[in-house]
Nanobody, 121 residues
Framework: EVQLVESGGGLVQPGGSLRLSCGAS????????MIWVRQAPGKGLEWVSA????????DYAESMKGRFTISRDNAKNTLYLQMNNLKSEDTAVYYC??????????????WGQGTQVTVSS
């Protein structure tokens, strides 16, 4: 059974940082691209970032470039999202998701349960 478990969310002040983690199990983590997606209150899903199977290729939504960094540790079956210079508009539930391909196609076949990130003073 595929499981994706996010952690690291919380309340942070504007300009602060958080690092999200996603522990994966039930599949060969190193074989697949992974994605972070978020959903702000009252809004639809928004793609955040994607990373290829070996971490060699990364991609970001325009508003996250330069502030967010996606990474992975295949030995630990863990995906990360380092978020710096957080803004109030980054407030959302952040989901870890598995891509069915080795290089991200921005498609998802499995989702985590999400972790709340709130940016507020």
């Amino acid at each position: 059974e595929v499981q994706l478990v996010e952690s690291g969310g919380g309340l942070v002040q504007p300009g602060g940082s958080l690092r999200l983690s996603c522990g994966a199990s039930g599949f060969t983590f190193a074989d697949y691209a992974m994605i972070w997606v978020r959903q702000a209150p009252g809004k639809g899903l928004e793609w955040v970032s994607a990373i290829s199977w070996n971490g060699g290729v990364t991609d970001y939504a325009e508003s996250m470039k330069g502030r967010f960094t996606i990474s992975r540790d295949n030995a630990k079956n863990t995906l990360y999202l380092q978020m710096n210079n957080l803004k109030s508009e980054d407030t959302a539930v952040y989901y870890c998701a598995k891509d069915p391909r080795t290089y991200s196609s921005w498609s998802v076949d499995y989702w985590g349960q999400g972790t709340q990130v709130t940016v507020s003073s």
